[in-house]
């Protein structure tokens, strides 16, 4: 049984599950203004799901990404990415990330 890191709510964990499914996180990648940008967005409930701390540690987990040069959040779970990688490798590449944080996030 895992523990419920500081500031996730464990119903919103329990509803939402173990491992992720991407369907249930509105996780999109849009292009941005500018050629390279990105605008990365993913269901507002991320937080609550992952806790804190994990959540906070989201845009330098998603800037080690190869081609990726640089992560802004906007909002809670909206973000500026600038890459080099093609739209669908970068959403791919964001979502393995987000699932390495939830694996952490639900270690015992």
């Known amino acids: 049984m895992t523990s419920t890191p ?4 464990a119903g919103i964990r329990a509803d939402l599950g173990y491992p992720p499914k991407k369907d249930d996180w509105y996780f999109e990648v849009l292009p941005g ?3 390279g940008t990105y605008r990365f967005t993913m269901f507002e409930g991320a937080e609550s799901y992952l806790g ?3 959540f906070d540690s989201l845009p330098e987990r998603f800037s080690t990404i190869p081609g ?3 992560v802004e959040q906007e ?8 890459s080099t990688l093609p739209q ?3 959403e791919a590449k ?5 699932q390495a944080a939830a694996s952490d996030a639900f270690a015992p």
């Open 88 to 90: 669908p490798e970068l």
């Open 6 to 9: 500081e500031g996730a709510d």
């Open 94 to 98: 964001l979502w393995t990330v987000f």
């Open 75 to 82: 909002d809670r779970e909206s973000y500026l990415v600038d």
């Open 68 to 70: 990726v040069s640089e």
């Open 33 to 35: 203004d500018a050629e």
């Open 52 to 54: 804190a701390e994990i």
